[in-house]
């Protein structure tokens, strides 16, 4: 029952962004006081897109301070990290790694060990 309904949150949450591609795996990822959203695409162009199309939406309510490319095991990646325009103190991220999508929103300032990872 908790896999259904995590299925159907996750893909609530990338319909809107993710109407032509294909999920294979995702999911949420509860910490103490904010929640990860993870997707695996089919492609890497696919995850290219909704990485592009979280940013954009993100940027609505949130300032861009930050955006850098990486390499990891998984390849190139990328990372763009925003501050909440209102309430300076609330963080977002978008990651982009391989075919996966990582992203949290409304995260307070200090909570997040990606964001203060890649901030610092």
């Given amino acids: 029952m908790k896999k259904i309904i995590l299925f159907f949150i996750l893909a609530l949450n990338f319909s809107g962004f993710a109407e032509n591609q294909e999920i294979i795996e995702g999911g949420i990822v509860k910490y103490d006081n904010h929640s990860h959203v993870v997707g695996i695409f089919a492609s890497r162009d696919e995850a290219v897109q909704i990485f592009k199309d979280r ?4 940027a609505k309510e949130y300032e861009i301070v930050k955006s850098e490319k990486f390499t990891d095991e998984n390849g190139e990646g990328k990372i763009t990290i925003l501050i ?4 300076k103190d609330l963080q977002c991220f978008v990651m982009l790694e391989g ?3 990582i992203y949290g929103n409304m995260i307070s300032e200090g909570d997040c060990a990606i964001i203060k990872k890649y901030l610092n």
């Fill in 84 to 87: 909440h325009r209102e309430k």
């Fill in 55 to 58: 940013v954009e939406y993100f």
């Fill in 99 to 101: 075919n996966k999508i």
